[in-house]
């Protein structure tokens, strides 16, 4: 019994040293962008914090149950009423509260700050890629540079990337475990996830959250590129790979899995992404869609008025 | 069993008073099931997709019709009550009578409306916030018919035997049941109707 | 519908099913039939409305389902073993891990907790049954006929496969176009129902059925936590009631709920779950913590230690319990303050669960401890509670969270607290309460063994999860290459997996070896226990007390026995008044079975009339004037003296 718990507080302690070694392999802990390292720091912080609680309670409990076992005290000890004492329970009420308080000071400042463009790269216009999630695959748009890729997506180092989340069925979480922490993707709405590369490299990227039978497969590459090579990749794409059609898209969201794709032009014009005046559903009636042209944040998409009507892609109509 | 003379019939024996307790915190319950619907309401009440909002389907005088129905059969519940208190059968059996019909009126309004809403095209399965609105008022509407089911029930055991711990217990539960549902019926009038033709 | 979409087909251990269902229907018809026990089994189980028959069959449902998760659990770990295993396929995969969550949750983990309050808490408070006695027996059965309803789709119609959250659009028609998560539907709504009833019976019997002298502070903690508890089911469960309707209207009737057009949210369905998930979570460890505290304040031989801040620490942790819901869902992108505000509340939580902790240990401080089995399940849960509590901290982090979320991380932590609490809970409870129900004590020596193989097993199996889950391996993953390196952690999981459970088998078996060998128990209070339940003798006749106790202080009994102060009143025995048993809850349950089935399949004519069938059971017993029937002082002082000798 005693030794068991002893080797159980020495396993954790080695996995706290384990841990916080800082060539870590473990993904979450060797970050390779901001966020990841802000999380990957707040994550050590809560385990030093965590251990200190584990080894108060473990040594105590080790303590009692030495010292106040039935075979080491006489047969005619009494244990004595005790009610409780108020210092003690005041005390190990106090101390909860302020570890709590330090740990919320933590979480809501890093919060913030992993729900932001990170530090020291606000500056920068963010490179905004649409990456929107379909019966198993992963669509990754960029507006700006007009051009659309299916299950890898590359990056420039040292730019802040605005991925904007969406999907084409069941909730999923787009997730770089590298590069910082997850965020769903949904279908009525848009949601953003910062994430800046620091160090070249293929990183993997994965659906997180359950969507179904190929759920499994739903990985991709991120590729951080130079922005040298990244402009060189951008442009070979845009002479090279064919035009994205409104049927090939089409054809694209029906099919289960179709490995890596590169496109010279989005689905964005014909399918436009729920963001704006599309959010929420309002897309369907007629009136509505007309105004949506004047929408600031489709600013630089350069697409058809007259493809709005989300009924044009397949998974959207509804069988009812 | 104990039995405490002291305390009105519905109340005297202990299983009875139990009783009692237990269905104030059923009622607690169904609070927090009202409370779910209304909020799944707020939620999608302006998610009205291709179909109608609320202004374009809500007829008034209807509405009006329902609570001033339901309303007054709360009123002549709480007067059965009052006459059972005094055990005075036949009035007790005429008051619940009144509040059962005005019950059944209310329901045939309501049903009336739900099949104008279909004929208007607005049925549960155009928008989000019909469904939700269908749920809420149907929920309610579902209440309302079990609660004429158990009502006329209660009204053939009174007859049959009176005043007894029984039947005394059952009308006081069942009057506490249709007040409840008489609250809810103000909070649909105030935040779906009223809400919804502003 | 054709016949081969309503059987599930082509699948060998599928068929496998089949059979052995056949069979073990058939030999227990035949059995009864043999044995003729068909009256025996009508009269004295199927019709009860005693507490502790009914608490006993929820017991065994529970063990039933343990089985049934754990055949799940054993699957899954069994095809994550090894890197590309072709064991399962994606869609099975789904199915299993789907069924695996409902199942041990709500027809396992539930039933076990409800099973342990109804043999329990009369007892302890010293009340002849609960309040609702029919009541409670509908309760049970609405639970049984939901959780048979659950476990047939098995064979007929295909399992659910869009996980117990059962996330909209993916739980759609469109997206789980079988039958699988009707089946979820209705099956949770039916013994939904029946907890939902559990709730005010409970509250009911504790409020207003306690023995004269026994103040709401005199209660042993377990009947304070099983108070508790059925407030929050009280106030959580019409949320899942609601959220329920909504997702069988949804794939039953075309409304728009959680749809992707017209309309509909998805993420409202992840927010009415979880409204009711997470209160759930507490519903299943508080009375967990509650035989935690029994058992260690018995074997410590000592009084709970703070048992005020024990009964304010659990108050204040089922009101929080209900404001942390959406920690569930950081990722949804609704901003960083609701995020935050969701940290600090579920963060909170963990001050009232240290406080219990604490508590817990200075029990044990000038005590004098014994080692007897509930009480090494009481020595095991809190070292790994305490770890998978602050597991669950790191996970509140909404920042860190982005990390875990969806990973074996959260697998790891939920499974960390979960197994400890609630099983350990419910086992270390069976072990204590065991001689109660059926005369005799589990062997020892078999219940050890089984202890040391559940702790080692359950440790290996969980520990690396958490590595792999920050290693970036996601939950729900039916396969991975060997590329990701995540091949090495999985086989340890899956051995400890395999020795966790050898060591249920092992518990199982004691079941057995213990009826065959144990000596029966004499006077009633095998562990030298505190609290009234161990006042009476073993098995518990039918009334539970001849006379009605009179409790001066906490753990009455134990100062009785400790002060030579009797317990009871003198005097003559009284006739005592007692509830009739009932078929009408069995025949409810079965009615409702088949409303719940008709409406899977979308059979509504059926339907329709199964439903009249559950008015016409309300009326029946609305018109009914049960006056139930009366045991004779006579009888009492023969049962006495039979159970008691001549002491009393």
């Known amino acids: 019994m005693k030794k068991k718990r002893l080797l159980l507080s020495l396993i954790f302690i080695s996995i706290v040293m384990l841990l916080s070694g800082c060539d870590s392999k473990l993904a979450v802990l060797n970050p390779k962008g901001p966020v990841a390292k802000t999380q990957a720091n707040t994550i050590i912080f809560s385990i030093l914090m965590m251990a200190f609680v584990l080894i108060v309670v473990y040594i105590l409990y080790i303590i009692m149950l030495t010292k106040y076992r039935a075979s080491k005290t006489s047969d005619d000890y009494e244990p004595p009423h005790i009610e409780g004492n108020k210092w003690l329970e005041l005390t190990w009420t106090a101390i909860p509260v302020i570890i709590v308080a330090i740990l919320s000071v933590v979480t809501v400042q890093t919060t913030y700050a992993v729900e932001k463009v990170p530090a020291g790269y606000e500056d920068q216009k963010p490179l905004v890629i649409y990456a929107s999630s379909s019966d198993w695959k992963w669509h990754f748009s960029y507006p700006e540079e007009g051009i659309e890729t299916v299950?890898?997506?590359?990056?420039?180092?040292?730019?802040?990337?605005?991925?904007?989340?969406?999907?084409?069925?069941?909730?999923?979480?787009?997730?770089?475990?590298?590069?910082?922490?997850?965020?769903?993707?949904?279908?009525?709405?848009?949601?953003?996830?910062?994430?800046?590369?620091?160090?070249?490299?293929?990183?993997?990227?994965?659906?997180?959250?359950?969507?179904?039978?190929?759920?499994?497969?739903?990985?991709?590459?991120?590729?951080?590129?130079?922005?040298?090579?990244?402009?060189?990749?951008?442009?070979?794409?845009?002479?090279?790979?064919?035009?994205?059609?409104?049927?090939?898209?089409?054809?694209?969201?029906k099919t289960d899995f179709v490995g890596r794709k590169s496109y010279s032009s989005t689905h964005l014009g014909f399918a436009p992404p729920p963001e704006g005046d599309m959010a929420g559903h309002q897309h369907g009636g007629d009136s509505k869609t007309e105004k949506d042209s004047g929408s600031e944040n489709m600013d630089h998409m350069n697409h058809d008025m007259s493809g709005m009507d989300m009924s044009g892609s397949s998974s959207m109509e509804h069988g009812h | 069993m104990k039995i405490n003379d002291t305390l009105p019939l519905e109340y005297r024996t202990e299983e009875n008073s139990n009783k009692i307790l237990g269905f104030w915190l059923f009622l607690?319950?169904?609070?927090?099931?009202?409370?779910?619907?209304?909020?799944?309401?707020?939620?999608?009440?302006?998610?009205?997709?291709?179909?109608?909002?609320?202004?374009?389907?809500?007829?008034?005088?209807?509405?009006?019709?329902?609570?001033?129905?339901?309303?007054?059969?709360?009123?002549?519940?709480?007067?059965?009550?009052?006459?059972?208190?005094?055990?005075?059968?036949?009035?007790?059996?005429?008051?619940?009578?009144?509040?059962?019909?005005?019950?059944?009126?209310?329901?045939?309004?309501?049903?009336?409306?739900?099949?104008?809403?279909?004929?208007?095209?607005?049925?549960?399965?155009?928008?989000?916030?019909?469904?939700?609105?269908?749920?809420?008022?149907?929920?309610?509407?579902?209440?309302?018919?079990?609660?004429?089911?158990?009502?006329?029930?209660?009204?053939?055991q009174v007859n049959r035997e009176g005043f007894t711990d029984a039947t005394a217990n059952k009308s006081f539960i069942f009057s506490l049941y249709w007040h409840f549902l008489d609250v809810v019926w103000i909070f649909i009038f105030s935040f779906v109707y009223l809400k919804g033709l502003m | 519908m054709k016949w081969d979409e309503f059987f599930v087909t082509g699948e060998p251990m599928i068929y496998g099913a089949d059979i052995s269902i056949v069979l073990v229907s058939l030999a227990i018809i035949i059995g009864l039939t043999y044995f003729k026990k068909w009256g025996y089994l009508w009269r004295e189980w199927l019709t009860t409305v005693d507490h502790k028959r009914i608490g006993v069959m929820y017991i065994i449902s529970a063990l039933l389902m343990l089985f049934r998760g754990g055949v799940d659990a054993l699957l899954m770990r069994t095809q994550l073993a090894t890197p590309d295993s072709k064991f399962l396929d994606a869609q099975h995969y789904n199915e299993i891990f789907t069924t695996h969550g409902v199942v041990m949750i709500l027809f396992m983990a539930m039933p076990f907790i409800i099973g342990m309050m109804?043999?329990?808490?009369?007892?302890?408070?010293?009340?002849?049954?609960?309040?609702?006695?029919?009541?409670?027996?509908?309760?049970?059965?609405?639970?049984?006929?939901?959780?048979?309803?659950?476990?047939?789709?098995?064979?007929?119609?295909?399992?659910?496969?869009?996980?117990?959250?059962?996330?909209?659009?993916?739980?759609?028609?469109?997206?789980?176009?079988?039958?699988?998560?009707?089946?979820?539907?209705?099956?949770?709504?039916?013994?939904?129902?029946?907890?939902?009833?559990?709730?005010?019976?409970?509250?009911?019997?504790?409020?207003?059925?306690?023995?004269?002298?026994?103040?709401?502070?005199?209660?042993?903690?377990?009947?304070?936590?099983?108070?508790?508890?059925?407030?929050?089911?009280?106030?959580?469960?019409?949320?899942?009631?609601?959220?329920?309707?909504?997702?069988?209207?949804?794939?039953?009737?075309?409304?728009?709920?959680?749809?992707?057009?017209?309309?509909?949210?998805?993420?409202?369905?992840?927010?009415?779950?979880?409204?009711?998930?997470?209160?759930e979570v507490y519903i299943v460890v508080l009375p967990a913590f509650g035989i935690f505290s029994d058992v260690i304040s018995t074997f410590s031989k000592r009084n709970l230690y703070g048992y005020k801040s024990m009964v304010v620490s659990m108050v204040a942790i089922s009101f929080l319990s209900f404001l942390v819901w959406a920690h569930h869902f950081y990722t949804m992108g609704t901003g960083a303050m609701v995020n935050s505000f969701f940290s600090i509340t579920t963060m909170a939580i963990a001050v009232p669960t240290g406080v219990k902790i604490f508590n817990w240990l200075f029990t044990l401080?000038?005590?004098?401890?014994?080692?007897?089995?509930?009480?090494?399940?009481?020595?095991?849960?809190?070292?790994?509670?305490?770890?998978?509590?602050?597991?669950?901290?790191?996970?509140?982090?909404?920042?860190?969270?982005?990390?875990?979320?969806?990973?074996?991380?959260?697998?790891?932590?939920?499974?960390?607290?979960?197994?400890?609490?609630?099983?350990?809970?419910?086992?270390?409870?069976?072990?204590?309460?065991?001689?109660?129900?059926?005369?005799?004590?589990?062997?020892?020596?078999?219940?050890?063994?089984?202890?040391?193989?559940?702790?080692?097993?359950?440790?290996?199996?969980?520990?690396?999860?958490?590595?792999?889950?920050?290693?970036?391996?996601?939950?729900?993953?039916?396969?991975?290459?060997?590329?990701?390196?995540?091949?090495?952690?999985?086989?340890?999981?899956?051995?400890?997996?395999?020795?966790?459970?050898?060591?249920?088998?092992?518990?199982?078996?004691?079941?057995?070896?213990?009826?065959?060998?144990?000596?029966?128990?004499?006077?009633?209070?095998?562990?030298?226990?505190?609290?009234?339940?161990?006042?009476?003798?073993?098995?518990?006749?039918?009334?539970?007390?001849?006379?009605?106790?009179?409790?001066?202080?906490?753990?009455?009994?134990?100062?009785?026995?400790?002060?030579?102060?009797?317990?009871?009143?003198?005097?003559?025995?009284?006739?005592?008044?007692?509830?009739?048993?009932?078929?009408?809850?069995?025949?409810?349950?079965?009615?409702?079975?088949?409303?719940?089935?008709?409406?899977?399949?979308?059979?509504?004519?059926?339907?329709?009339?199964?439903?009249?069938?559950?008015?016409?059971?309300?009326?029946v017993r609305s018109f009914e004037r049960d006056h139930g029937y009366h045991i004779s002082a006579k009888e009492i002082a023969a049962t006495e003296q039979k159970l008691r000798g001549d002491t009393v």
């Open chain 1, 151 to 253: 299950n890898y997506v590359n990056i420039p180092t040292n730019r802040p990337v605005e991925f904007r989340l969406y999907s084409y069925g069941p909730i999923t979480s787009f997730w770089v475990p590298q590069l910082g922490g997850q965020k769903y993707a949904m279908t009525d709405m848009i949601t953003k996830l910062n994430l800046v590369a620091e160090h070249e490299g293929s990183y993997l990227g994965k659906n997180a959250n359950f969507s179904g039978k190929g759920f499994a497969k739903m990985e991709f590459e991120v590729q951080a590129q130079s922005p040298g090579d990244y402009t060189k990749w951008v442009n070979d794409v845009k002479q090279t790979a064919p035009k994205l059609t409104e049927q090939e898209f089409n054809t694209l969201l």
């Open chain 2, 28 to 156: 607690g319950a169904e609070i927090a099931l009202f409370s779910t619907l209304f909020a799944v309401y707020f939620t999608l009440w302006n998610r009205t997709g291709n179909g109608p909002t609320g202004k374009d389907i809500f007829e008034v005088s209807g509405v009006i019709w329902e609570t001033l129905l339901l309303l007054t059969s709360s009123f002549t519940c709480g007067l059965g009550i009052h006459a059972m208190r005094l055990n005075l059968k036949k009035p007790m059996m005429i008051f619940f009578g009144i509040t059962l019909l005005m019950g059944l009126g209310f329901l045939g309004i309501e049903i009336t409306e739900f099949v104008n809403y279909v004929h208007e095209g607005a049925t549960m399965q155009t928008s989000a916030f019909l469904s939700s609105l269908f749920i809420l008022l149907g929920t309610h509407g579902l209440h309302v018919t079990m609660g004429i089911l158990w009502g006329s029930s209660i009204l053939i």
């Open chain 3, 118 to 279: 109804n043999v329990v808490v009369p007892l302890q408070i010293g009340a002849r049954d609960v309040a609702f006695p029919r009541l409670n027996a509908v309760s049970f059965w609405l639970f049984f006929s939901g959780a048979m309803l659950f476990n047939l789709s098995f064979v007929i119609g295909g399992s659910p496969d869009a996980g117990w959250s059962a996330y909209f659009p993916l739980a759609s028609n469109e997206f789980s176009p079988t039958v699988g998560m009707n089946y979820y539907s209705l099956a949770l709504q039916i013994s939904g129902i029946g907890t939902l009833l559990t709730g005010v019976n409970f509250i009911v019997t504790i409020l207003k059925m306690r023995a004269p002298g026994m103040k709401l502070m005199r209660m042993p903690m377990f009947t304070w936590s099983v108070l508790i508890t059925n407030v929050i089911i009280l106030f959580a469960f019409p949320v899942l009631t609601v959220a329920l309707a909504l997702m069988m209207f949804d794939r039953l009737f075309g409304t728009q709920f959680f749809t992707m057009a017209n309309g509909g949210m998805d993420m409202l369905w992840a927010n009415l779950f979880w409204v009711w998930g997470h209160p």
């Open chain 3, 365 to 619: 401080r000038k005590g004098k401890i014994s080692f007897t089995s509930p009480m090494l399940y009481a020595m095991a849960f809190i070292p790994i509670f305490t770890f998978g509590g602050v597991t669950g901290v790191m996970l509140a982090m909404a920042s860190a969270d982005y990390q875990y979320h969806n990973t074996m991380f959260l697998v790891a932590h939920f499974h960390y607290v979960l197994i400890p609490g609630t099983v350990f809970g419910v086992v270390a409870g069976m072990h204590y309460w065991f001689p109660k129900m059926f005369g005799f004590r589990l062997n020892e020596r078999l219940a050890k063994w089984a202890f040391w193989l559940i702790v080692v097993g359950f440790n290996t199996a969980f520990m690396p999860l958490f590595f792999l889950g920050l290693d970036g391996m996601t939950r729900r993953t039916y396969t991975y290459s060997a590329a990701t390196g995540y091949g090495p952690l999985n086989m340890v999981a899956t051995i400890g997996a395999f020795v966790c459970a050898i060591g249920f088998v092992v518990l199982c078996y004691n079941f057995y070896y213990s009826f065959r060998h144990s000596p029966r128990d004499e006077n009633g209070d095998p562990w030298d226990a505190r609290t009234l339940e161990w006042s009476t003798p073993s098995p518990v006749p039918a009334y539970n007390f001849a006379k009605m106790p009179i409790v001066n202080s906490q753990d009455a009994f134990w100062y009785s026995k400790k002060q030579k102060v009797p317990l009871y009143e003198d005097g003559p025995y009284e006739e005592i008044h007692m509830p009739s048993n009932s078929g009408q809850p069995v025949i409810l349950g079965i009615i409702m079975f088949f409303l719940g089935f008709f409406l899977v399949f979308s059979w509504f004519i059926p339907a329709i009339i199964a439903g009249i069938g559950v008015v016409i059971m309300l009326a």
